[in-house]
């Protein structure tokens, strides 16, 4: 794989897709990140804020909306921001999915 999907239909999951891109050993320094609110739904993974669990770029940043990748400078620079605030050497690798009912675009 190329990059991270995040339509991952059939029997694969984000968890498997982001495993098969960035490997076990990455994975395991990520917690899994959900919340819910009633028109939208933000979900993924980011990494530990400790030191060796970041990268020295911001080359790990997955960002989608209603299945599609996007480059958001503005949720991408808010969390750098707050991870530089725990780990001020590194970036966060994180996966964002955030699901927008149709209805409220």
Not at 11 to 38: H, P, Q, R, Y
Not at 62 to 74: Q, S, T
Not at 88 to 97: L, N, S
Request: net charge positive.
């Amino acid at each position: 794989s190329s990059g991270i999907n995040a339509e991952y239909g059939g029997k694969s999951t984000l968890k498997d897709n982001v495993i098969d891109v960035l490997g076990c050993s990455m994975f395991k320094n990520l917690i899994a990140i959900n919340f819910n609110e009633s028109i939208f739904r933000v979900h993924g993974y980011i990494s530990k804020p400790l030191p060796i669990h970041g990268r020295g770029s911001a080359d790990k940043q997955y960002f989608f909306i209603n299945g599609r990748p996007c480059d958001h400078e503005k949720l991408s620079k808010t969390i750098n921001s707050t991870f530089k605030q725990y780990e001020k050497f590194q970036y966060p690798i994180c996966i964002v999915v955030i699901e927008i009912a149709k209805d409220n675009i």
